[in-house]
């Protein structure tokens, strides 16, 4: 298969996204992250991502539900099913045609041999570049992805490497952060994040730990980015003031009118 037939292949399978690098764009990694330390006869690596939906993130917002849309169609089955099937489809598809296709989400197992870094691996297959917030961000869904990759033994052709300037002037994540774990830098600290009660959740299986994407952080950089990704929606999204807790779970904000902002305990992050 060609390049362009994988990505063909990929779009028909129902990615939102696609993008390749030739194996050697990964020289000088630390062996824990190269690909050729998991499958040593990779020659390319396409990256495949599926949008998450604005809607998984309304509940959230709304303050009105924290498991039925974002963690099941925003986090859980965005990656474990309806990412997970593209990938693996389109691994049939190259193995079809011949090449050993190996497919892998952005986890982290008990392996201690090999660790992806998803944000690297994505930037150099083309997919856009890490913000200043320390979100991967895309042209056409900014921090709204779930990102899976295959190693294969084909020898492709790449995408051109693409840097994503949305953070220029922007600080949108950290202003909204209710605990100020960035501290002015654009890593925020991740010991303040696990006690998060706004939107975000330990995922001891993910690559970032803390799943940020709905958190205040998260949410903020997809409404300063609502004008300039390429997926538009006729309305804004915020449609409320926002609510917040902080350090202990006490309320600082009450957000909108009809919830309160209420962040039902079980479901803070823990
Ligand atoms: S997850 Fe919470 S504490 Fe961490 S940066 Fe985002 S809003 Fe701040
Ligand atoms: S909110 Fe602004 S500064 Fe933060 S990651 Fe998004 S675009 Fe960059």
């Given amino acids: 298969m060609t390049s362009a037939e994988i990505k063909a292949a990929a779009r028909r399978l129902g990615a939102d996204l696609v993008g390749i690098a030739p194996v050697s764009r990964f020289d000088g990694l630390p062996a824990i992250n190269d690909p050729r330390t998991f499958a040593p006869e990779t020659r390319s690596v396409i990256a495949v991502a599926h949008r998450i939906m604005r809607g998984a993130f309304r509940g959230i917002e709304e303050g009105t539900s924290f498991q039925n849309t974002y963690g099941c169609f925003g986090k859980n089955w965005a990656e474990q099913f309806f990412l997970a099937k593209t990938v693996y489809d389109l691994c049939c598809e190259i193995e079809n045609d011949g090449a050993e296709a190996v497919p892998l989400l952005s986890r982290k197992y008990a392996d201690k041999e090999f660790e992806p870094d998803y944000q690297a691996y994505a930037h150099v297959c083309g997919l856009g570049s890490t913000g200043k917030g320390g979100f991967f961000l895309t042209p056409e869904y900014g921090h709204r992805q779930r990102i899976g990759f295959i190693f ?10 693409l840097e994503v300037d ?4 922007c600080n949108a994540c950290m202003d909204a952060c209710p605990l100020n774990a960035y501290e002015g830098s654009g890593t925020p600290d991740l010991s303040l994040c696990v006690h998060c009660r706004n939107g975000a959740f330990t995922n001891k299986n993910s690559c970032d730990k803390i799943d940020r994407y709905a958190a205040s952080c998260g949410r903020a950089c997809m409404v300063a980015l609502e004008n300039k990704v390429g997926n538009k929606f006729a309305e804004k999204f915020r449609k409320r003031s926002v609510w917040s807790r902080g350090r202990d779970g006490e309320q600082l904000n009450l957000g909108n009118q009809f919830t309160g902002g209420r962040c039902p305990d079980k479901f803070e992050g823990k």
Avoid: A, P, S
């Avoid at 949305?166 to 002037?169: I, R, T, V, Y």
């Fill in 152 to 161: 294969t033994t084909l020898e492709l052709e790449g995408d051109d490497i």
């Fill in 166 to 169: 949305f953070c220029k002037e």
